[in-house]
């Protein structure tokens, strides 16, 4: 089913760019939330929504561009979390750093995970604690390497005091910016050592990031010391959390 996922993502990415290019009107709109969604969010989760329901019809969907109210999914014990199109401001910055993101949940853990970046065409999947980076059509096996001094990466649209603060006192290290799920990605394949958050993320914005990056040998936690975990729940915002090689 991993490879089909695989597909499934790059078929999303596909429509994707094509509003990307040009090709297709971007046709930009705000959520209740005020953040933007765009033809390109929505041509993604139509062609994930089918694909899934084709490839698992016994499996339920929660996707951004359509989450189910709580009271139908209060009760599931395994279901698909699906970012169409994460890093909408990315993309609308024109800048590569957006992701296709589908996860599998089984009893609130992420068990696999594909992050497709269209853009760059450069595909993450993650499947029974093994982790993979497919690029110009070679897939090699990744994992998590330590470094001295480390690289922390942040995301590139969201900061804070406490980040700040945060890496101001962790010592030397150097920092990169960028958008997306790829942060989980960039500590999963070693480039990278650690990711700190504490602004606010929703769980479909971690989801496949998070499969990916734990089957490479990552450990996250939110700043209590607990796994990050994906039980339904009311709300759809995650803790604060790190992602980590310890």
Not at 22 to 50: C, F, M, N, Y
Not at 107 to 116: F, H, K, L
Not at 133 to 146: D, F, L, T, W, Y
Request: with cysteine.
């Amino acid at each position: 089913m991993l490879e089909q996922i695989c597909q499934l993502s790059r078929e999303a990415g596909a429509a994707i760019m094509k509003v990307y290019r040009g090709e297709q009107p971007i046709d930009i709109t705000q959520k209740k939330d005020d953040s933007p969604v765009t033809a390109a969010d929505l041509a993604a989760h139509h062609i994930i929504k089918r694909g899934l329901a084709a490839l698992t019809p016994g499996i339920p969907l929660l996707s951004e561009e359509d989450p189910p109210v709580w009271a139908v999914r209060r009760h599931w014990t395994r279901y698909w979390l699906v970012d169409p199109l994460d890093g909408t401001k990315e993309f609308l910055h024109r800048n590569g750093e957006f992701t296709v993101n589908i996860a599998l949940i089984e009893e609130g853990v992420a068990v696999m995970g594909v992050v497709y970046a269209p853009a760059m065409d450069v595909l993450y999947l993650a499947e029974r604690g093994k982790a993979w980076k497919e690029e110009q059509g070679q897939r090699c096996a990744i994992s998590v390497n330590n470094a001295i001094p480390p690289l922390v990466v942040v995301s590139r649209s969201h900061s804070d005091d406490e980040l700040k603060d945060y890496l101001k006192q962790l010592g030397e290290h150097h920092t990169v910016a960028i958008g997306s799920s790829l942060k989980f990605c960039l500590v999963a394949e070693g480039k990278a050592q650690l990711y700190p958050r504490f602004g606010p993320t929703n769980i479909w914005d971690t989801a496949a990031g998070h499969a990916v990056a734990v089957a490479a040998g990552a450990q996250i936690h939110d700043w209590q010391g607990k796994p990050l975990m994906y039980t339904p729940r009311e709300s759809f915002l995650n803790p604060g959390f790190r992602v980590s090689l310890f």
